[in-house]
């Protein structure tokens, strides 16, 4: 425990911890401008302040029975050229234009925070990971790991250290973005005058889905550690991943769809929303189209997949940090 204390302090004197933690906030701090002007411009809609929209219902005013009716000509000329009395145009739907029309309905803020959280999970994880592989690249490449050794001259001890440090300083880098929009999603509904009732909607899930992206970030953390020790150079670390997603997750899985479901992308959805299913198409012809076949993925598979690569790039450093030479 001492020495975990020990390599979280020197963790903290790097610069790249309180570097993470901002980005974090400059990311909340996107979201909620992004949730800012939806409420706002929905919000000016309702009041009738909207200059475009308050256009658009006085000119159906105006004119709404002549795009009606020239709706249902249109729609009877249609049947008659296809011999098809099934043809619907959809007149009987149209009607005045409103705020939920033009801009959609504002979500509960429960539903708003976990949609966010789904986005940002993703840059949260990277800067955890680089949180965790710069501390200990660095040492190697600045020559101090071998006079660390020198006081600790046990390497387990000092591998497991230094995972569970740069796992731990994930948590402030999530935190403080989790916290920021728990915080900021709900100011914005009451600046932006919107209904109070909506703002208990939806917590418990948010709650549960802040907890599970919280072990993501110290996964994550402890990832970054351990890829350090096998490749020793942070840039290695970040560089191998962006060309991972780049490859595997982009390229690879959408010309082979069967192995979406083993993608690290794909199992950190399954994690964070608590199970996630998507579409994929087979026995695709000219005439007869493709078949859909709904593929899912639960929460207990996107764990044991992420913990299994977790536990293989552990071992992967800890191998070579116990066998092979230092400089």
Not at 82 to 97: H, K, R, T, Y
Not at 165 to 173: E, I, N, Q, T
Not at 182 to 187: I, K, N, Q, S, T
Not at 222 to 236: D, E, I, N, T, Y
């Amino acid at each position: 425990m001492r020495l975990t204390v020990v390599e979280v302090r020197r963790l903290l004197w790097r610069r790249i911890p309180a570097l993470a933690v901002l980005a974090a906030v400059i990311i909340s701090v996107i979201a909620l401008i992004g949730v800012h002007g939806q409420a706002r411009q929905i919000a000016q809609a309702r009041a009738g302040a909207d200059v475009a929209l308050e256009q658009a219902i006085a000119d159906w005013e105006e004119n709404g029975e002549q795009y009606l009716q020239e709706c249902l000509q249109g729609q009877e000329d249609e049947r008659r050229a296809a011999g098809d009395a099934s043809v619907d145009w959809g007149c009987d739907q149209m009607e005045a234009p409103s705020a939920e029309q033009w801009y959609g309905e504002l979500p509960p803020v429960g539903e708003q925070y976990t949609e966010l959280l789904a986005v940002a999970v993703y840059p949260l994880l990277l800067l955890a990971l680089a949180v965790g592989s710069t501390g200990v690249a660095a040492e190697f490449g600045h020559g101090t790991m071998g006079s660390f050794l020198t006081f600790v001259p046990r390497r387990a001890p000092v591998f497991g250290a230094k995972v569970l440090a740069g796992a731990l300083l994930s948590v402030p880098v999530v935190a403080v973005c989790l916290v920021a929009l728990v915080l900021g999603v709900p100011a914005v509904y009451r600046l932006t005058g919107n209904d109070p009732s909506i703002l208990a909607d939806g917590i418990l899930p948010s709650f549960w889905m802040s907890v599970r992206i919280l072990g993501l970030g110290l996964a994550a953390g402890a990832l970054g550690a351990a890829a350090a020790f096998v490749l020793r150079h942070s840039a290695l670390v970040i560089g191998l991943l962006v060309g991972y997603l780049m490859v595997v997750e982009g390229l690879l899985s959408s010309l082979l769809p069967g192995i979406s479901r083993f993608s690290v992308g794909r199992n950190v959805e399954a994690v964070v929303r608590d199970g996630v299913e998507w579409i994929t198409y087979t026995n695709c012809r000219e005439v007869e189209g493709c078949r859909e076949v709904t593929q899912q993925l639960s929460l207990g598979q996107g764990v044991l997949t992420l913990s299994v690569v977790l536990v293989v790039v552990l071992g992967l450093g800890l191998l070579r940090f116990l066998r092979s030479d230092i400089d």
